[in-house]
């Protein structure tokens, strides 16, 4: 069974950092490209970063561009999401997410950004 | 950017009914479309990708159709499990984009 687990929300003051770890299990986690989605409170769902199999190759949203950075390792099976100088608008719940189609999710982090 | 528009942003219908909801692309994207079911509190679920390819495990009340610029969701016999918020979503090219959702309610 597919099973992604995140870990490590909470919360933050404006400016501080925070690192999120999705940890994987049930499948071949080295073949798979892996995302951090998020949602924000009553809103729909923000694409943040992406990263491909050997992780050298990255994309992001543009508002989070230079101030998070998504990595991964695979002999522990596990991507991360390192969000520094967070801000207000940066309060989600953030999801990992399995492949291009996005076919797995993980149950979701929540960060809270707040003074 | 590619943005992606959904519609309607609501809808209600009654038990049994079947409802269509159609998702439009700003530019060309192929297939390249996913369509996702969010309940309250709960992680998004992909239903369709490929733009008609039913994920694993997903009842065939549910399909989707399109290429291009234009897609649509289509949910026969619905059932109170089904009432829920959709979401599509490009994998085209970066950025990835969703639309806005289409909350589905009960009539």
């Known amino acids: 069974e597919v099973q992604l687990v995140e870990s490590g929300g909470d919360l933050v003051q404006p400016g501080g950092s925070l690192r999120l770890s999705c940890a994987a299990s049930?499948?071949?986690?080295?073949?798979?490209?892996m995302t951090w989605v998020r949602q924000a409170p009553g809103k729909g769902l923000e694409w943040v970063a992406t990263?491909?199999?050997?992780?050298?190759?990255?994309h992001y949203v543009d508002s989070v561009k230079g101030r998070f950075t998504i990595s991964r390792d695979n002999a522990k099976k596990s991507v991360y999401l390192q969000m520094n100088s967070l801000r207000a608008e940066d309060t989600a719940v953030y999801y990992c997410?399995?492949?291009?189609?996005?076919?797995?999710w993980g149950q979701g982090s929540l960060v809270t950004v707040s003074s | 950017d590619i943005q992606m528009t959904q519609s309607p942003s609501s809808l209600s219908a009654s038990v049994g009914d079947r409802v269509t909801i159609t998702c439009r692309a700003s530019?060309?994207?192929?297939?390249?479309l996913v369509w996702f079911q969010q309940k309250p509190g709960k992680a998004p679920k992909s239903l369709i990708y490929?733009?008609?390819s039913l994920q694993s495990g997903v009842p065939s009340k549910f399909s989707g159709s399109g290429s291009g610029t234009d897609f649509s969701l289509t949910i026969s016999n619905l059932q109170p499990e089904d009432f829920a918020t959709y979401y599509c979503q490009q994998y085209s090219s970066y950025p990835l984009t969703f639309g806005g959702g289409t909350k589905v309610e009960i009539k």
């Open positions: 990263l491909n199999r050997d992780g050298s190759e990255k």
């Open positions: 530019q060309g994207i192929n297939n390249y």
């Open positions: 490929a733009a008609s």
């Open positions: 049930g499948f071949s986690f080295s073949n798979y490209w």
């Open positions: 997410v399995r492949g291009m189609a996005f076919e797995y």
